[in-house]
């Protein structure tokens, strides 16, 4: 049989957020890819204007977390208000649980974007060739062969890949090629980006604020790196030719109170807001990953997070695979993992945009008012909650009580030998099965073990701080932290997935998911 030749392991077209956390992904794990970009320089619109607490966990993991703090400020609180400056609700931002506080952090989408890029120069595993726009696909039983066409020549080249991810944003041409349709709406609705650069601080700059209304709904946030973001729609009779010049755009921002004294005007775009999803994010080899498989709106905050997810998701699957140590099929856990939490965020999306529209009906809106059941006990709002999976590779059951599905929190830890540092960062990328104050392993059938054994899986007992340990594989619980989260879920035992979403425990059965 002829051996097959591959330029790369992956085709990565689109470097925009989503390409460069495959990349990344990718290159952590020693996995080669070609990156196909059409624009050497990075979107200059401020587009996304937050990531949280996940986010920077991945960041975390991909060891680029450091420079990406170095350009992103922490975000205050959450807030709605009327004109008339009643309050309508509030997220105040608690410590995270997953080892990155605080759980929100106001970005600079084109600065943080070349920051990534920058930490993805240096790794050998990545090669971008920018100016190089996808101009074909073709796919069989052992890879695909991506083409694309150099912008400035005029020539297209070929490379020979086993995988292709098509990280090509909202008029993705990698979905079209592959005859993907995007299933959902676009709403009429036109709305002004305005970005500004502050000249001045104002009191609460740094407060989020939705200004609710009907007629004119505002955002208000700070961005990093000194700059300031008002979103509005146009009113009916309002058209983008009445507002191509600063002194056009001015009169939207004086009517809310900011002057040439607080900041100057540094761009505006407008755009429409799409509830959008591709009606499958996988044909055969090649993928779509982030706006090229789903759109929405921006009131969660999670578009460009969402993407970034996936790429994750996509990154640790695909290079489990490509090394032998998991089976083909796992892939098809990217989208039944994937497209429920993209559907979800969505769906907070519109929700959210309701209440800033001030569409809630007076029983939402006094559902909305009304205090929690268990006052001392809230639950926390869905936006800043801890991630959880809805489906996927999992050993159900999945439920509120239920420990499986969940992120584990990241505290700080002690190892055997004194070190101490965040979990991730002492448990490294493999699957992992932790123990409260017991070795995982003894608690497992030689079937169940042999399973764990075949992802290469570490065991680990997790030991209260009052305790010497006595051997290699146990970490030392120094908050108090992941002993009582094991045992709020009734659990003794649980197995975490490289991307520390639990698998399994032992309340629900500990073998390796189907
Ligand atoms: C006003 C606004 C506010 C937003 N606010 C938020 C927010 O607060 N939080 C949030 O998470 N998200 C937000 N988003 C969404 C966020 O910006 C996007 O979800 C994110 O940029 C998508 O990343 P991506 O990498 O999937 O796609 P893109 O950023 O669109 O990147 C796609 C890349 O692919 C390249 N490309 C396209 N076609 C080809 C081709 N044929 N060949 C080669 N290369 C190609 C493009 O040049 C580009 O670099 C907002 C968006 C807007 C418009």
């Not at 909202?170 to 009429?188: E, F, I």
């Amino acid at each position: 049989m002829q051996e097959q030749r591959y330029d790369a392991d992956v085709a990565i077209v689109g470097y925009g957020p989503t390409g460069l956390i495959t990349a990344l992904t990718l290159a952590k794990h020693g996995i080669s890819s070609i990156v196909f970009e059409r624009h050497k320089d990075i979107y200059p619109r401020a587009r996304a204007v937050t990531v949280n607490d996940w986010t920077m966990r991945i960041f975390q993991n991909l060891g680029v977390d450091e420079p990406v703090l170095k350009c992103i400020d922490p975000q205050r609180a959450l807030r709605w208000m009327r004109y008339d400056g009643t309050e309508i609700m509030r997220i105040e931002l608690p410590p995270s649980t997953l080892g990155v506080t605080p759980r929100q952090f106001n970005i600079y989408q084109p600065t943080m974007e070349a920051t990534l890029r920058e930490c993805a120069a240096s790794r050998p595993e990545i090669d971008v060739r920018y100016g190089m726009e996808l101009a074909g696909l073709a796919q069989d039983d052992d890879g695909v062969t991506v083409s694309a066409r150099d912008l400035a020549t005029d020539t297209t080249t070929d490379v020979r890949v086993r995988y292709a991810i098509g990280c090509d944003g909202g008029s993705s041409a990698t979905r079209s090629m592959l005859d993907v349709k995007l299933l959902g709406d676009t709403l009429d609705v036109q709305w002004i980006v305005i970005d500004c650069r502050v000249k001045r601080w104002w009191p609460d700059r740094n407060l989020l604020t939705f200004w609710s209304d009907k007629e004119r709904p505002v955002v208000d946030i700070a961005l990093s790196a000194g700059n300031h973001r008002w979103e509005l729609p146009l009113k009916p009779g309002e058209t983008e030719a009445d507002f191509q010049t600063n002194e056009q755009v001015w009169p939207l921002l004086k009517a809310l109170g900011v002057t040439e004294d607080d900041v100057e005007i540094h761009q505006h775009a407008f755009y429409r807001h799409h509830t959008r999803m591709a009606d499958t994010w996988r044909v055969g080899r090649v993928f779509l990953a982030g706006d090229a498989a789903h759109l929405m709106p921006p009131w969660a905050g999670a578009g460009m997070q969402t993407g970034m997810r996936d790429a994750y998701d996509i990154g640790w699957k695909l290079a489990g695979v490509l090394k032998g140590e998991l089976p083909a099929q796992f892939l098809d856990s990217y989208e039944a993992e994937r497209r429920p939490n993209a559907a979800f965020f969505t769906q907070l999306a519109v929700e959210l945009g309701r209440v800033i529209k001030q569409e809630l009906s007076e029983e939402e809106q006094a559902a909305l008012n009304a205090p929690p059941p268990d006052p001392a006990n809230p639950p926390e709002p869905p936006m800043i909650a801890p991630p959880v999976l809805a489906s996927g590779w999992l050993r159900g059951p999945l439920s509120d009580t239920s420990i499986v599905g969940r992120m584990a929190p990241q505290p700080t830890m002690g190892d055997t030998r004194g070190v101490m540092a965040r979990l991730d960062t002492l448990l490294g990328h493999r699957f992992v099965l932790l123990g409260d104050d017991v070795d995982p392993a003894t608690l497992l059938t030689a079937e169940q073990k042999a399973g764990w054994d075949a992802l290469g899986a570490r065991y680990i007992a997790v030991r209260p701080q009052d305790r010497h340990t006595q051997g290699p594989d146990e970490l030392v619980d120094l908050e108090g932290v992941l002993g009582p989260w094991l045992r709020k879920y009734q659990a003794r035992a649980v197995a975490l997935r490289p991307d520390r979403f639990v698998a399994a425990a032992d309340v629900s059965g500990l073998a390796v998911p189907a």
